[in-house]
């Protein structure tokens, strides 16, 4: 099984396997490189998309093989995108968490360009080397790499905020939504022991700007006037549709709420009557005594 195969879980949105299918959206013909063992595949594919797929590890590739429309096993540092393709283009390409496996990414970014089509995007997430736990770690002379996450073995790029945005322009990209997923300094797998630090420097370094950034979430299209038009466009659609949704889910809550005040307004009025039955009951035995205390007394007046 590949270290990289997972589960999604789509109600954790501080994730970015939640945020790249989020930026996809559904019904696209898709491109997802990099596919590992089709997990994403498989959520696009229930979204109504149409994914093919590019994957190195053979093993991974033959398991994401029932997920994806067509499929390319190879090592995208040789591999000629166009021929393996067959001239095909997709509406997105998704990169998740590869280029900073790859000896060059910006050129395999550039040349997966040439696979968009027209008003496509290139959606991707990285890790921050700037993130607080790295920054930690140096200071106490620490750059040791683990199996997984920001120092994994394997990653051989290393990007911050800014030098993403630049090799995404060097491709002739610009990026029309960035997010990030967060955690903080202290609570990533890179050790950092807190109490050798000088007092202050973790707080110092939790408020520098993408300390707490994990990775980074993009939607990049190409950075022409057509590109940049079309994605407006599809933002605008795709805001459309978020606006609708929110809209209902506001008169389904409203609904709900209403619903709730009725129950409970007919909860104490049922509170109300129990309350004046309860009364009414005790008071009547104090009543009936006072009654007859009143009659003898009447009658020893009398005598």
């Given at each position: 099984m590949s270290k990289y195969d997972t589960t999604l879980d789509p109600a954790i949105s501080n994730n970015s396997h939640y945020q790249l299918l989020d930026l996809v959206g559904g019904r696209k013909s898709v491109l997802d490189v990099g596919c590992a063992t089709g997990f994403l595949a498989e959520a696009l594919v229930e979204r109504g998309c149409v994914v093919s797929g590019i994957e190195y590890d053979a093993d991974a590739a033959e398991q994401a093989r029932q997920?994806?429309?067509?499929?390319?096993?190879?090592?995208?540092?040789?591999?000629?995108?166009?021929?393996?393709?067959?001239?095909?283009?997709?509406?997105?390409?998704?990169?998740?968490?590869?280029?900073?496996?790859?000896?060059?990414?910006?050129?395999?970014?550039?040349g997966l360009v040439g696979l968009l089509a027209p008003g496509g995007s290139v959606v991707i997430s990285i890790p921050n080397v700037a993130h607080g736990s790295v920054r930690l770690a140096l200071l106490q002379g620490s750059w040791d790499y683990r199996e997984l996450g920001l120092m994994d073995r394997t990653h051989i790029r290393f990007f911050t905020r800014r030098t993403l945005l630049a090799m995404l322009g060097g491709a002739g990209l610009v990026a029309v939504d960035v997010r990030t997923t967060s955690l903080d300094p202290l609570a990533s797998e890179v050790p950092v022991d807190a109490e050798r630090l000088p007092q202050g420097v973790v707080d110092w370094v939790r408020e520098q700007p993408d300390a707490w950034t994990y990775q980074f979430l993009v939607r990049a299209v190409r950075d022409d006037a057509a590109g940049v038009v079309e994605a407006s466009a599809l933002e605008r659609e795709e805001l459309a549709q978020r606006l609708a949704t929110a809209e209902a889910e506001a008169a389904r809550l409203r609904l709900e709420v209403e619903t709730l005040q009725a129950a409970r307004e007919r909860a104490e009025a049922d509170v109300r009557t129990i309350q004046a039955t309860r009364s009414a009951r005790a008071l009547s035995g104090p009543r009936s005594l006072y009654a007859r205390l009143r009659g003898a007394g009447n009658e020893v007046t009398t005598r």
């Open positions: 997920h994806l429309d067509q499929l390319a096993v190879g090592d995208l540092n040789e591999l000629d995108l166009a021929e393996a393709f067959g001239g095909r283009t997709f509406e997105v390409i998704i990169l998740g968490d590869v280029l900073e496996h790859l000896i060059d990414p910006a050129k395999v970014l550039a």
